[in-house]
């Protein structure tokens, strides 16, 4: 089975949006139709595309301004939460009244963009729905900075525990005498956390929002159980983001150890701004250091041969140091783990043409990915 979801993953600050994009954009140079979705809400992928701000409708990356004739296609979006929540009411919503009843609800706003877990559950629906399109061989998943991204592995089944029978059946009561009553009378923990997640209101407006809801559990449930399935298939696999810093490894570890426990399929590390190894080239000589001018002091120029002398030794040591962090990062993930590594570039990635750069160096990682 092929490899079809690439969820990226990785603390603040690692590059993990911007890895997200290039390795989108490798797929797609090597003639892949691709797909990149960010639920990061910072907005960086469509920087880093070069193509302006990004919405919830797939928008096609120029490849053809950087020089390189591709069977392949890049398709970029960020995920819209309300617009889709849009959608899987019209899928599921029943007729087109019952749909209005639940569009037209002053508590379906709120609840569609407030509702505990609703961001993670809506970004699955948007990732399931470019699956299921089959418009495209890989899709890669943009996630919030790992702290958060296990709300997005968690969001079906916190979500079902909201809909779970027993709430649908207390939300839904009839608004009679005796069944409104009851609601209304009912657990007190289970309406303080109601009017936390859609407002202050009166329980019957809640009841009759929840009530317009319930014909749409069914497809709520199977949805949220394809998603699962999907994410611990092996079409998909979780690639963590990180640097060689040590908080960002921890962090790292920490999440690959949480992908192990939930059984979540492990692609592997991509490791941004390391440290290179020195070259020959990179080695001075004293011969090599050319005659002191006049215009400099003695002591000045001394102490910077000194260490322009010494830089290729500190990048050695430097060098050292990270490679040893990452054998021990792989260590401690089993030991089999792929890891791909990004030098730290010259510049910041701002447009296509840098884009291209470090897509380039992410190359081993797709051919790898590309043959599961």
Known sequence: MSLRVLVC??????????????????????????AVLTIDPAKRLADSLGIGPLSNTPQRVPLQHIGIETSGHLDALMLDMKATWDGVVRRFGGSHQAQQ????????????TRLAGSHEY?????????????????????????????????????????????????LSLPRSKRGFKALERGSEVVVSVLKKLIGAGTMEEIAEFFDAMKGMWAGFQERSAAVDALLASDETRFVLVTTPAPAARKEAQEFADLLAETQRPFGGFVVNRVVPFPGPQTRITPAQLPPRPDAVPEETWRAASLALLAAADRQQTLADGEAKAMAQLREQAGGSVSLWTVPELEADVHDLRSLAILAKHLAPAIQELGQI
């Open 122 to 170: 809506m970004a699955m629906q948007r990732l399931y729905e470019l699956y299921e399109s089959g418009d495209y061989d890989l899709i890669l998943l943009d996630t919030p900075p790992t702290r958060h991204a296990m709300e997005f592995l968690s969001a079906p089944q916190r979500l079902n525990g909201l809909f779970d029978e027993g709430v649908m059946h207390w």
């Open 9 to 34: 993953c990785g603390s603040g600050g690692v590059g993990k949006t911007t890895t997200s994009a290039a390795l989108a954009m490798q797929a797609a140079l090597c003639g892949q139709r691709v």
């Open 101 to 112: 009843r639940i569009l037209d609800n002053r508590y379906y706003e709120l609840a569609s």
